[in-house]
Structure formats: structure tokens, C-alpha cells
């Protein structure tokens, strides 16, 4: 019996999980997938908690229901990997062989790398958002806020689903509108990128959006350290923020197995063939979603159009053949706007986000890098695409793995350049 | 793309002013970026992080983090600031005669 063990049930490896168990013939495979608890998070939804639109009944479900028949779930910790072996140690000493390996162990974040971060006013004037329980404590304080200075900053790039500071922000100024104190609360983005998103389009486009919504935003700001008794955040160039509340995008790294086995980058990302997705480190070794070095977003969506690209690589190796070098860095994204509304952007390696319809042209019914309602109501609906479609490794309708230019405006990059 | 002679040799520049082929470095042109930007003279230091930025380049193809020319010379952040005042990731690489190292996405 041959076996494939994946490493982290998440959305990617909950989904490698289901398509390689579909593809691989049970009576020669066997299929192992490792988490240390039995919660599956459904991310994209952390993001709505501090603003009271979801709690933990709405994210929280667990992986075994969403790991297919057929497929061991281990729930244990995982201590070490030794790719020249081919194994892996889980937290109880176990050996667990494989003859393929796929990496899905994620991002977390990490505010210890930021000094005075988590001193004396954390969880009480200093929240982040990417945790279950930084995200429900943050909804505490923001229905305690009555007014002052509301500091998002962003310490270190990259960071998962990059977005999501702009999307709290955009809430935010909504959320304070409807309790009717928006005239009292100032809104900061404090930033290490020099603009609003990484790309000029979209960083124009969403520049834009902040400063109608009164949102001053602090570029080129990066984080050298937080003094949560005096509410002062600092910048490594010596630029002062005074806050009242601080929400924090921390340091974001990569699980730290892989910094205990040797296999990350200086932020624990592993090195991947940007297009294969092999590991460098060993032929019989794949990496997928957020655990990559890859300059692509890390978000769902990129796990998703890898995944199907991943599985066809998987089963070229085991046949011997060549892998495919077909990921192009695809993401797709909705931003949530506030007020009803969000816009949507769709890019890779090369194309970045662009004005226009999705996933047809002229019809949409998404409109690209453009706020409407449907595509709020797209990012709602997703929830459920994503528990019975996205984990079950199933293709989403019209959207391929690979970037289509169908309905782009590419005068719009022109203009811009 | 725009092209300008540095220091006597003529290079390839991008709008905001990165070379673009490194090929085309010499080290009177990272003299003469490092004085336009306020560095004068650089120092062994300076030299340190600019070696380190062309060999880990001509490796992996991009410029390095300032992450990662902390953790792999040994050089503090605080003194990379000192050394490279304002944005020492983006000035190290322009002197490095290297693009502009891009935000990941």
C-alpha cells in the first residue's frame, strides 16, 4: 500500500484530501491527513466577528466532517518532517511514513515579533482580528468605543488574505455610522506598503475608496514598536501614531514545524516551485496554500486554483511524469465595501487586478474593481460554496484555475502606467 | 523604461528610478545613488548589506527583505534604519543597482 500524507486540514489540504482520495485507487493508497484539533475555521469569516455580522457558530465546524471517507484524519500534533527519510514525527512520537508528501500547514501570526505588541495592552487596547479569539474580544471593544482614534496597522508584508485591512477599515467606517458616533471616531491605516494595495490599479481604485470614506491613511510605515501604555505605535524611522484603539495585522509566519524541521524561509514559508508547487527540498514533497514562498496571494482562493493543479502534479509524479507547470498565481478576492456593497479583483504573477466583468464578459454579474451589491452578496454566498464545494475539492462554475482575460479592460493598465 | 548615465556608464531605469538589469552595476554607480540619497561615504557596513543584496538576487532572482538581510548578516533592523535611513529594503536595493523589492501579495 502505497501512502500519501497530507499535513494540515485546512482549506487546502481538506481539499487536496478529497480530490487525491477521489483520484487515487483506494485498493493501492492510502490517504492520512494531520491537524492538531478538530476545529476548522472558516477564515474569510473572522473578518465579520468584531462587527457583530458573524460569531462563532457561523466559522467554526469540525474537520472530520469535511474530511471524505477513505481518509485517515489524525488529531495530533506534528513535531518534526524529515524529507530524507520520507516521514514525519507527530507530537506523540509517532513515526508516520510516506512515499508522497503534501505541505497544507498554513500561516499564523505572530505578535511577539513586534516589541511591546503584546505588552500590558493587549486584549485591551490592542486586538487583532485573524484569530477566533482576537476577532470575538476586538467585537467587545468596538461595541465599548464611544470615540477617538481607531489605528489599523499592518506590521510586515506578506500577510494573509492582504485585503482584509482594507475591508475591516471600510466596515469599520460603516459600523460607526450606524451607531451614529462616525463624526467621533478617526480612522488610521498605517501601512508598510507605499499605497493602499501592492498593484497600481487597484491601489489607486481603493486609495480612492479611503479618502471618500475619511480614512487618512500613514504609508511607508513600518512598525518598530507599540507602547500600549502610552497608546503610541512607532515606526522603525521614528514616526509616532497616537491611538486609542490599536488593530494589528501581526508578523504572519508559517507553522512552526516547519521552522523545527529546517525547511523555511526567514518568515518559516517553505520554497516552492512557483509553478509545480514541489517543494525544493525533494521531489516527493508538494506545497500548497498559505505554507508557500510564493509571491501570490496567501487567501483561498489561490489554495483553491492551486489545488487543481496540485492534483494533476500529484499524479503525474506518481506516474513518473512530468509535472505541469500551470500556477500562475491566480487569486480572486472580494472586498467588502461597507454599507451592502464590495468589489471584487482577480489577478496572478503577472496581471493585476483590472476594472471590468466576472467571470463573463459584458454580463458579469460581478463587476470587477467596482463596488456593487452583488458582489456583497457574491462574498455572503461564499460561505456556502465554500463548505460544500471549496473543501470537497469540486470545481466552482465558470471560474478556471488559471487567469482568463475574458471581460478585462486592459486600457485601464495602460492608462495607469 | 528610461535610460541615464551614472557615474559615467550608461543604465537602464525603471519610473522611479531602479535599475533594472544588475548587470550593469558598478560600485562608483552605488556611490554615486548612496550620495544622491544622503549616504556619504558608504561604509563597510553599507558594503556588507549591498554584497549581500546582489549575491541573494543573483540566487532567487529578487531582492531581499530587509527580514532577511537582518537574519542573514546579522546586521540589526534598528541598524539597517541608521544605515539606510527611511526604507532601508527599498534604498539598499536601488544602491544595489536592483529593482524595487515588490510588497508580496
Given at each position: 500500500m502505497k501512502k500519501l500524507l497530507i499535513l494540515g486540514a485546512g482549506t487546502a489540504g481538506t481539499m487536496m484530501a478529497a480530490k487525491m482520495r477521489r483520484a487515487l485507487p483506494r485498493a493501492e493508497w492510502s490517504v492520512t491527513i494531520v491537524d492538531q484539533d478538530d476545529d476548522h475555521l472558516y477564515q474569510p469569516g473572522l473578518l465579520f466577528i468584531p462587527f457583530g455580522v458573524y460569531d462563532e457558530s457561523d466559522v467554526v465546524r469540525p474537520r472530520s466532517r469535511y474530511v471524505p471517507r477513505g481518509v485517515e484524519l489524525l488529531l495530533s500534533g506534528i513535531d518534526v518532517i524529515e524529507p530524507e527519510e520520507s516521514r514525519v514525527r507527530l507530537g506523540d512520537g509517532t513515526l508516520v511514513d510516506y512515499d508522497f508528501l503534501v505541505i497544507a500547514t498554513g500561516s499564523r501570526i505572530v505578535p511577539e515579533e513586534t516589541d511591546g505588541l503584546t505588552g500590558p495592552g493587549w486584549q485591551k487596547n490592542v486586538f487583532d482580528f485573524y484569530t477566533l479569539d482576537g476577532a470575538t474580544k476586538l467585537h467587545r471593544a468596538l461595541e465599548d468605543f464611544t470615540g477617538g482614534r481607531l489605528v489599523l496597522n499592518v506590521a510586515e508584508m506578506p500577510i494573509k488574505c492582504p485585503v482584509a485591512p482594507l475591508e475591516f477599515l471600510f466596515l469599520a467606517d460603516w459600523y460607526f455610522h450606524e451607531r451614529g458616533i462616525r463624526d467621533r471616531v478617526e480612522l488610521v491605516y498605517a501601512t508598510p506598503?507605499?499605497?493602499?494595495?501592492?498593484k497600481p490599479v487597484a491601489s489607486a481604485r481603493l486609495g480612492s475608496l479611503l479618502e471618500d470614506k475619511g480614512i487618512r491613511v500613514e504609508t511607508l510605515f513600518n512598525a518598530g514598536s507599540v507602547d500600549s501604555e502610552k497608546r503610541i505605535l512607532s515606526s522603525w524611522d521614528e514616526r509616532e501614531v497616537d491611538y486609542d484603539l490599536l488593530v494589528t495585522v501581526p508578523t504572519n509566519m508559517g507553522a512552526e514545524v516547519i521552522e523545527r524541521s529546517d525547511l523555511g524561509d526567514e518568515l518559516g514559508f517553505v520554497p516552492t516551485d512557483r509553478n509545480t508547487l514541489q517543494a525544493q527540498v525533494a521531489p516527493n514533497v508538494f506545497v500548497i496554500g498559505d505554507a508557500t514562498d510564493l509571491p501570490s496571494s496567501k487567501a483561498g482562493s489561490v489554495a483553491h486554483f492551486q489545488g487543481e493543479i496540485l492534483e494533476h502534479n500529484l499524479l503525474a509524479a506518481v506516474a513518473g511524469k512530468e509535472l505541469a507547470p500551470d500556477f500562475d498565481g491566480h487569486a480572486n478576492c472580494f472586498v467588502e465595501t461597507g454599507f451592502g456593497k464590495a468589489l471584487l479583483i482577480d489577478f496572478n504573477y503577472d496581471v493585476e487586478p483590472l476594472p471590468g466583468r466576472f467571470p463573463l464578459a459584458k454580463v458579469g454579474p460581478m463587476k470587477l474593481l467596482e463596488e456593487s451589491r452583488m458582489n456583497h452578496w457574491g462574498k455572503l454566498a461564499f460561505r456556502w460554496i465554500y463548505w460544500n464545494q471549496l473543501l470537497a475539492g469540486r470545481e466552482i462554475p465558470l471560474v478556471q484555475a488559471q487567469l482568463s482575460m475574458k471581460g478585462k479592460e486592459t486600457t485601464a493598465a495602460a492608462q495607469a502606467a | 523604461m528610461t535610460t541615464a548615465t551614472i557615474a559615467g556608464v550608461q543604465v537602464d531605469l525603471d519610473a522611479e528610478g531602479f535599475m533594472t538589469d544588475p548587470k550593469q552595476w558598478t560600485k562608483e554607480i552605488a556611490e554615486t545613488i548612496a550620495r544622491d540619497n544622503g549616504i556619504d561615504p558608504l561604509t563597510q557596513k553599507h558594503w556588507q548589506v549591498i554584497d549581500f543584496c546582489r549575491a541573494d538576487n543573483e540566487a532567487k532572482g529578487t531582492p531581499p527583505t530587509v527580514r532577511r538581510i537582518t537574519k542573514q548578516t546579522g546586521i540589526s533592523t534598528k541598524e539597517m534604519y541608521q544605515l539606510f535611513p527611511k526604507g532601508p529594503g527599498v534604498l539598499s536595493s536601488k544602491i544595489a543597482g536592483l529593482t524595487k523589492p515588490k510588497g508580496c501579495i
Amino acid at each position: 500500500m502505497k501512502k500519501l500524507l497530507i499535513l494540515g486540514a485546512g482549506t487546502a489540504g481538506t481539499m487536496m484530501a478529497a480530490k487525491m482520495r477521489r483520484a487515487l485507487p483506494r485498493a493501492e493508497w492510502s490517504v492520512t491527513i494531520v491537524d492538531q484539533d478538530d476545529d476548522h475555521l472558516y477564515q474569510p469569516g473572522l473578518l465579520f466577528i468584531p462587527f457583530g455580522v458573524y460569531d462563532e457558530s457561523d466559522v467554526v465546524r469540525p474537520r472530520s466532517r469535511y474530511v471524505p471517507r477513505g481518509v485517515e484524519l489524525l488529531l495530533s500534533g506534528i513535531d518534526v518532517i524529515e524529507p530524507e527519510e520520507s516521514r514525519v514525527r507527530l507530537g506523540d512520537g509517532t513515526l508516520v511514513d510516506y512515499d508522497f508528501l503534501v505541505i497544507a500547514t498554513g500561516s499564523r501570526i505572530v505578535p511577539e515579533e513586534t516589541d511591546g505588541l503584546t505588552g500590558p495592552g493587549w486584549q485591551k487596547n490592542v486586538f487583532d482580528f485573524y484569530t477566533l479569539d482576537g476577532a470575538t474580544k476586538l467585537h467587545r471593544a468596538l461595541e465599548d468605543f464611544t470615540g477617538g482614534r481607531l489605528v489599523l496597522n499592518v506590521a510586515e508584508m506578506p500577510i494573509k488574505c492582504p485585503v482584509a485591512p482594507l475591508e475591516f477599515l471600510f466596515l469599520a467606517d460603516w459600523y460607526f455610522h450606524e451607531r451614529g458616533i462616525r463624526d467621533r471616531v478617526e480612522l488610521v491605516y498605517a501601512t508598510p506598503l507605499d499605497g493602499a494595495f501592492t498593484k497600481p490599479v487597484a491601489s489607486a481604485r481603493l486609495g480612492s475608496l479611503l479618502e471618500d470614506k475619511g480614512i487618512r491613511v500613514e504609508t511607508l510605515f513600518n512598525a518598530g514598536s507599540v507602547d500600549s501604555e502610552k497608546r503610541i505605535l512607532s515606526s522603525w524611522d521614528e514616526r509616532e501614531v497616537d491611538y486609542d484603539l490599536l488593530v494589528t495585522v501581526p508578523t504572519n509566519m508559517g507553522a512552526e514545524v516547519i521552522e523545527r524541521s529546517d525547511l523555511g524561509d526567514e518568515l518559516g514559508f517553505v520554497p516552492t516551485d512557483r509553478n509545480t508547487l514541489q517543494a525544493q527540498v525533494a521531489p516527493n514533497v508538494f506545497v500548497i496554500g498559505d505554507a508557500t514562498d510564493l509571491p501570490s496571494s496567501k487567501a483561498g482562493s489561490v489554495a483553491h486554483f492551486q489545488g487543481e493543479i496540485l492534483e494533476h502534479n500529484l499524479l503525474a509524479a506518481v506516474a513518473g511524469k512530468e509535472l505541469a507547470p500551470d500556477f500562475d498565481g491566480h487569486a480572486n478576492c472580494f472586498v467588502e465595501t461597507g454599507f451592502g456593497k464590495a468589489l471584487l479583483i482577480d489577478f496572478n504573477y503577472d496581471v493585476e487586478p483590472l476594472p471590468g466583468r466576472f467571470p463573463l464578459a459584458k454580463v458579469g454579474p460581478m463587476k470587477l474593481l467596482e463596488e456593487s451589491r452583488m458582489n456583497h452578496w457574491g462574498k455572503l454566498a461564499f460561505r456556502w460554496i465554500y463548505w460544500n464545494q471549496l473543501l470537497a475539492g469540486r470545481e466552482i462554475p465558470l471560474v478556471q484555475a488559471q487567469l482568463s482575460m475574458k471581460g478585462k479592460e486592459t486600457t485601464a493598465a495602460a492608462q495607469a502606467a | 523604461m528610461t535610460t541615464a548615465t551614472i557615474a559615467g556608464v550608461q543604465v537602464d531605469l525603471d519610473a522611479e528610478g531602479f535599475m533594472t538589469d544588475p548587470k550593469q552595476w558598478t560600485k562608483e554607480i552605488a556611490e554615486t545613488i548612496a550620495r544622491d540619497n544622503g549616504i556619504d561615504p558608504l561604509t563597510q557596513k553599507h558594503w556588507q548589506v549591498i554584497d549581500f543584496c546582489r549575491a541573494d538576487n543573483e540566487a532567487k532572482g529578487t531582492p531581499p527583505t530587509v527580514r532577511r538581510i537582518t537574519k542573514q548578516t546579522g546586521i540589526s533592523t534598528k541598524e539597517m534604519y541608521q544605515l539606510f535611513p527611511k526604507g532601508p529594503g527599498v534604498l539598499s536595493s536601488k544602491i544595489a543597482g536592483l529593482t524595487k523589492p515588490k510588497g508580496c501579495i
